[in-house]
């Protein structure tokens, strides 16, 4: 038996990069994966045939995570096509992520990254919290960065929406421990996805305790650990996987 069969999994920003190997993994494990995306269809479409030219299932949803009219259609969606509700929702889908120095950053590009990694996961979270209340369990993965350790220059309303995920992570977790929910936070290091393509990471794989970037199998191999049985009594933890690169919060 595979340890996710029979589970119904929410990856956000499944077709590209972490979320679609995240999303291949889940399914490898046994779980339905709906794979969200907002603009690139091809690539999400190509994301769902990876998963069941394998023998996995999933179902490809459009949906911009940041409106809440349309998250609700999302979850509403899923469970009127699959016939049941969500069990494990991955938040980790991400719009562009400017480097800027504090005089060339507006208020408006902090609610950018607010929108993505705040405003989206309080939306999806309420969206699959009945059905999760209703089974008394659930498992929440919020996608975070080890930024929130490093305080990079030049990134500061990255940093500053990754950082809220802590606090968010935490209170979720306390809030909804009581309903068999679990809520973790899992901040990878630099891991070379698509659109990092030609960016050379060995400067940075120099100073990595293990002495490499990530590769998105860590990140996966991680999010399916926290989705399963295996980890049923971790909540409210900040993990990262880094190759070492932070120690702790
Ligand atoms: N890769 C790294 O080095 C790294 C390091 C630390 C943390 N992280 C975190 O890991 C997560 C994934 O990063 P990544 O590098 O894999 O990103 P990515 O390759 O840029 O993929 C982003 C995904 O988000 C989707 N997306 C964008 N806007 C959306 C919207 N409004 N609604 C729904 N989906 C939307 C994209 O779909 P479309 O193409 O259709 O827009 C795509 O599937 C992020 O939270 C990121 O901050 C990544």
Do not use: C
């Not at 190509?46 to 259609?73: F, H, M, P, Y």
């Not at 069990?87 to 400017?98: E, F, K, R, Y």
């Not at 940093?159 to 909804?176: D, I």
Request: no cysteine; aromatic share 6%.
């Amino acid at each position: 038996m595979r340890i996710l069969q029979g589970k119904i999994a929410l990856v956000t920003g499944g077709s590209r990069g972490l979320g679609k190997v995240i999303s291949a993994t889940l399914a490898e494990a046994g779980a339905t994966v709906i794979v969200n995306y907002a603009h690139n269809t091809a690539a999400a479409e190509e994301s769902v045939q990876t998963i069941t030219r394998a023998g996995g299932k999933a179902l490809v949803i459009q949906s911009d995570i940041t409106n809440e009219e349309a998250v609700q259609k999302l979850v509403q969606e899923v469970e009127e096509k699959l016939g049941g509700t969500i069990d494990i929702l991955v938040n980790n889908a991400t719009g562009p992520q400017p480097e800027l120095a504090i005089e060339e950053s507006s208020w408006e590009d902090y609610l950018d990254q607010l929108n993505f990694f705040v405003k989206a996961p309080l939306f999806l979270v309420k969206a699959v919290l009945p059905g999760m209340k209703e089974k008394g369990e659930g498992r929440i993965i919020n996608i975070g960065s080890e930024v929130i350790s490093l305080g990079n220059p030049h990134f500061s309303s990255y940093v500053t929406a990754k950082s809220a995920q802590l606090g968010m992570t935490r209170s979720w977790a306390n809030e909804l421990g009581p309903s068999g929910i679990t809520v973790n936070l899992l901040n990878p290091g630099f891991v070379p996805v698509e659109r990092h393509e030609g960016i050379d990471a060995s400067g940075y794989a120099k100073n990595v305790p293990l002495r490499r970037a990530g590769l998105p199998s860590d990140i996966a191999s991680t999010v399916l650990f926290l989705a399963s049985d295996q980890s049923k009594f971790i909540t409210g933890q900040a993990i990262a996987v880094n190759g070492g690169n932070t120690f702790g919060i």
